[in-house]
């Protein structure tokens, strides 16, 4: 009886060891590292040369690029590659994914922001476009690798990796900015691209992955194209669904997005932030994460997604009460601790419900429909807003405003447990076979 619980903890371990959920690990990395280039420490390199808060926060608009993403899924799903095709779709694609993002990352470190804002906003947005298209094969490939029972630890793996390509690309530009200049750091950050396109070359096609159909005609190419909307909206409840994924996150993103202004306006330094933003936030999140998968294991999706909700939405709060006490070290690592802890809880919930929500035959148009709303109404109003309400407010009552936003989102996933439609909105993603052939919820 007494090794029980030992038991049961190393059986809640052995999934995150299997070969897809590690594989998940390095596609993570991947995916975070562009994000964290035109994300916080764009952000610092900007405030560094000078840029006022609103043309700052203006710039988080290029991230609408990811929202927009849907659009061009459907090329993914169905085009084949010349030459690199014979690797399969998803390899092939994960290739030339990542050498973009390589390209549009070089770009933007010989941008010189002071001397020209446009051009490295338009740098920006190429990174936004070749990150963006990144994600849309590494979400695919994952959720094609992953089995249903491996949605929870594959997307715990993923957000591991995630913020391990994040912070540690982060941090390397903040602390090698300081001594090689801001050009030099760009470029050593490109390395980051390299995990995921080695996991496709070495792991191959994943086994559930869907073959794209040969040459079609006008009426299947449409089709190919609308018939993952289709399929999407015609589930029961699916308006209330795509509400509630507009809507979960906008508290989180409008922080999440002007925290290093925060930073800079109390005068934390380059080491200083990569310390105790990046360095502690790092570790923070990564307990989150376990955190998020036991929870997950425990409560189940419903129940642990809306208590992550609730975390997430109550983690705004310490970055009120860093605004109100000033330059302080040890008020940074404790409003990034809970910060980090709340979102890495969420990063496994959410990301294996949304992952979840898709259908094989669609991975990569829906997956990147449901990724890209989930942050379209944050990032829209950080970058519209964002810096004239800090200005206006202040950081202390623009913090508590974003926890007051967080409350709909919040309410209407309640409401859907209340009518069923979260099981519902299950796809087939998310199900496996049972005994006797229907599928059913994981």
């Keep these: 009886m007494t090794d029980e ?18 594989a998940s ?11 964290a280039m035109i994300a916080a420490t764009l952000t610092t390199r900007l405030a560094q040369s000078g840029i006022d808060k609103k043309s700052v926060t203006a710039f988080t608009l290029a991230f609408l690029v990811y929202n927009l993403k849907f659009l061009w899924a459907w090329i993914i ?32 470190a010989i941008v010189d ?3 020209s804002l446009w051009w490295t906003g338009v740098a920006a947005v190429l990174v936004a476009v070749a990150g963006s298209t990144y994600d ?3 979400d695919a490939y994952r959720i094609e690798l992953l089995e249903p029972r491996q949605l929870g630890p594959g997307s715990g793996m993923t957000q591991y990796g995630w913020r391990i390509g994040s912070q540690l690309a982060a941090a390397t530009a903040l602390v090698m900015a300081a001594r090689i200049g801001w050009t030099g750091a760009y470029l050593l950050c490109t390395v980051f691209a390299l995990p995921a396109m080695l996991t496709a070359i070495l792991i191959g096609e994943p086994p559930r992955h869907r073959d794209p159909v040969g040459r079609r005609g006008i009426g299947e ?27 979960h996150k906008i508290g989180d993103t409008l922080a999440n997005l ?22 502690t936030g790092f570790w923070a999140y990564l307990i989150g994460i376990f955190i998020g998968g036991f929870l997950y294991a425990r409560l189940g999706m419903k129940r642990s997604v809306l208590l992550s909700l609730w975390l997430m939405a109550v983690s705004n709060l310490s970055f009120a009460g860093l605004a109100a006490s000033g330059h302080s070290n040890l008020a940074m690592a404790g409003a990034m601790t809970f910060e980090n802890v709340a979102s890495g809880i969420g990063g496994v919930t959410v990301t294996a419900y949304f992952s979840a929500l898709c259908d094989l035959r669609f991975t990569a148009s829906q997956y990147a429909l449901i990724s890209a709303a989930a942050s379209v109404v944050g990032r829209l ?34 409401l859907m447990l209340r009518a069923g439609l979260v099981d519902q909105s299950i796809g087939s993603a998310g199900k496996q076979p049972s005994e006797g052939g229907a599928n059913t919820p994981t």
């Design 381 to 414: 109003l950080t970058g519209t807003t964002a810096g004239a309400l800090i200005e206006t407010m202040g950081y202390v009552n623009f913090y508590l405003l974003t926890t007051v936003i967080a409350l709909p989102g919040i309410l209407l996933f309640w």
């Design 25 to 35: 690990l390095f596609l993570g990395m991947s995916s975070g590292f562009p994000y």
């Design 5 to 22: 619980p030992s038991r049961a903890f190393l059986s809640g371990l052995k999934p995150y060891f299997e070969k897809a959920p590690l």
């Design 136 to 138: 849309i094969v590494i």
């Design 113 to 115: 922001p002071a001397a």
């Design 221 to 247: 190419a449409l089709a190919s194209i609308t018939g993952p909307f289709v399929e999407f909206f015609s589930r029961q409840g699916a308006a209330l669904v795509l509400a509630f994924i507009l809507l």
């Design 258 to 279: 002007t925290f290093r202004l925060l930073f800079d306006s109390l005068g934390y330094t380059n080491d200083e932030i990569a310390v105790y933003d990046v360095g």
């Design 77 to 108: 799903d169905g085009v084949r590659l010349p030459v690199l095709g014979r690797l399969g779709q998803r390899v092939s694609w994960m290739i030339v994914a990542g050498l973009l993002v390589i390209a549009a990352v070089a770009n933007l």
